[in-house]
Structures are given as C-alpha cells and as structure tokens.
C-alpha cells in the first residue's frame, strides 16, 4: 500500500501560498508531500472561513502538486464540480452535507477529479458503505473540522479499521484519509489502524524544515 503524505496549507501563511507549496515539494532523492491538502470552509458548515475558488484556481497554476480539496461547506453539490473544473485532483465533501452524497460523487468523477466522502467525527461510517463504490477518497475526521492545531480524536480510529477491512476483502476500492491532529505522535495510531493517506497541517507548517517533517512523517507512518 503506497502511504501519502498531504500538508494541509490551513496553516501555512496565506499571503505565502506559493511558497508553502513549494516548501514541501519533493527534491532529488527525497520524495516531498504526494497531496496538498486545501480546506475550504465556508462559515455555514463550520464555524470558520478560510478560501474558496479563485484561490484554488490559483494555487493549482502555483504548483505541480496535486490538490486534495476538503470541502467544509453546504450545498456541495452546487458547488463542488467546480473544485473538479479546476483542477483539483481530489475533491472530497462532507457526507453531512448533502441528502445525496452519491450523486454528488458521481458528479465529481464526471468532472475529471477523484471523489472523498468526509465524515466528521460523530457519523458513523456503516450508512454509506453500499455509496463508497462511488467513491475513490474516504475521509475520516480525527477532530472537529473546522480549525487546524486541535487534539488528535484516537477514538475515531475503529471507522478506519473497519474501512480498511472492507478494502482488503475487496469490497471497496479506495485511499483511507485521516485528517486532524496528525503529528510524530499519532500517526503511528492511524497508521496501524489502516490508514494510507495522512493530512497534516501544524505538525508540517509549524516546523523549521516542512519538507524533513513531511518525510518524517512518511517513515513513522511506515513503521506501522
Ligand atoms: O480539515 C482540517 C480542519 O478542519 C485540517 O485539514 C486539519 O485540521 C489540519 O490541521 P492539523 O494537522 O493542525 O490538525
Ligand atoms: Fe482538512
């Protein structure tokens, strides 16, 4: 199983978003972030406001890192094929948000992206496993989406291993993301429980060095 690593730019420098990018691109010999991860979030489905499309469209002509776009917002189904028009190489919206996340995901795929289903910590995975066929990206929330630097939610974790459960027995077809409170402390935890994709944001743009955290990162979650 290939592990990702995505910076989430949540807590890079705003005015600096070129720069954060390429602060964890990967340089000879050293492979960097696999993902950038762009939360979106909209003051309605959580309680915070960060960026939206133009600066997605933006950051996609910045860099060659492929974008992972984690839509905290309503209506995703107005407004997330767009994040796919742009570019964005994942687009993963919350199940919480929409009556009918599979057609929502459907019109992702359509749109030229890969699909993610984020589900916030409280919400239970098991209604929508016959829909995750439709879907390339699972996101299991391990805080409260809304703000970066929160405390790591382990208890979040059995969702992760039941995922992976259904991956192995060749059920569902799709990467497992954590996102929250990913560090050297607890990405040993996600990673063992099946995780294959790890969000982190201060744990990368609060260190001297974001690309060494990045493969910092990358080892201890191989060590699993
Ligand atoms: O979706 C998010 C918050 O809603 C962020 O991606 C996440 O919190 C990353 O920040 P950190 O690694 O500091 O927890
Ligand atoms: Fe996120």
Redesign the pocket.
Known sequence: MELFVAP?I??ADFARLAEAAASVAGRPGTPGADWL?V?V?DNHF?PNLTLGLPVVKSIRAATEIPLDC?L?IEDPARWAPGYAEAGAHNVTFHAEATDDPAAVGRDLRKAGAKAGLALKPGTPLEPYLEILRDFDTLLV?T?E??????EFMAEVLPKVTEARRRVESGHLELRIEV?????ADTIHAAAEAGADTF?????VYNADDPAKAVAALRELAARR
């Open positions: 989430s949540l807590s991860h939360d979030m959580v984690h905290m929330m805080v989406p809304g703000f970066g630097g929160q996102d929250g409170g990913i560090n969000v982190a944001g201060s744990a």
